[in-house]
């Protein structure tokens, strides 16, 4: 069965264009113009990938709202923003939301499909593992599951997102080593940017640092990645 991807895009022409060519790569695209026909249509279906751009029409983060509610119905659901914004501001504010990639309209629409096709490899691989061993890594205070894709800090659940997940079981699976941003890239089987990865590092920092104000065992390690103090 074909995956179904929204595209919310309130410019006609680059949203035809990006129809087209994910049609042609065997997608079922459902398109909408504004929030409002993205949010009756989530609604009633959630899609498999969701494309948003962020201004719609006359709502400046008509796609931060249509994110935050996608991400409030299902935990694993793969966004993407498309966007003309490429300040650091829009990108973070949109990974904090908890979408899985940001990506500037100046991308090469061959790049947009790589993207997209290993977001979908990762929610594969996730049904994989669903039929594997519970694996679970505990560390001091931090427990992982990633048979359950959850994490704790002193028995407190810490609300992270798929790709952040996989960002801090890469660092927590060898304590004290090194990762690099390629390293952390392949761990959140997404295919992402340095900058994106700093975003994603940035906000586990401080989702950590909210429930534990001396919390500093994500450790960056200058001109060589990061790692999870030993």
């Not at 694993?76 to 650091?88: G, M």
């Not at 100046?106 to 061993?133: E, G, H, M, W, Y």
């Not at 798929?162 to 960002?167: A, H, K």
């Not at 060898?174 to 941003?181: C, E, I, M, Y």
Request: glycine share 4%.
């Amino acid at each position: 069965m074909a995956k179904r991807i929204a595209l919310v895009e309130d410019e006609q022409a680059i949203r035809e264009n990006y129809a087209s060519s994910l049609k042609k790569q065997g997608y079922e695209v459902l398109a909408y113009s504004n929030k409002k026909d993205a949010l009756q249509a989530f609604e009633t279906r959630l899609p498999d990938l969701a494309i948003l751009d962020i201004g719609l029409n006359e709502d400046p983060e008509g796609g931060f709202e249509l994110c935050r509610y996608l991400r409030a119905q299902s935990a694993t659901l793969p966004i993407i923003f498309l966007t003309a914004l490429d300040s650091e501001f829009d990108a973070i504010s949109g990974l904090r939301l908890g979408a899985d990639d940001y990506l500037t309209k100046d991308i090469s629409l061959t790049q947009v499909l790589v993207r997209i096709s290993a977001l979908f490899r990762r929610i594969d691989a996730l049904k994989s593992n669903a039929d594997q061993p519970e694996d679970i890594i505990e560390i001091g205070k931090l427990l992982v599951d990633t048979n359950r894709f959850t994490a704790s800090w002193n028995n407190q659940p810490i609300e992270i997102t798929l790709t952040e997940f996989w960002i801090l079981h890469a660092l927590v699976k060898r304590p004290g080593h090194v990762k690099n941003r390629d390293q952390l890239m392949e761990a959140a089987k997404a295919i992402v940017d340095d900058s994106t990865v700093t975003s994603h590092i940035k906000r586990l920092r401080k989702k950590f640092v909210a429930m534990d104000s001396e919390f500093d065992q994500i450790e960056t390690v200058y001109g060589m990645g990061y790692r999870w103090k030993a």
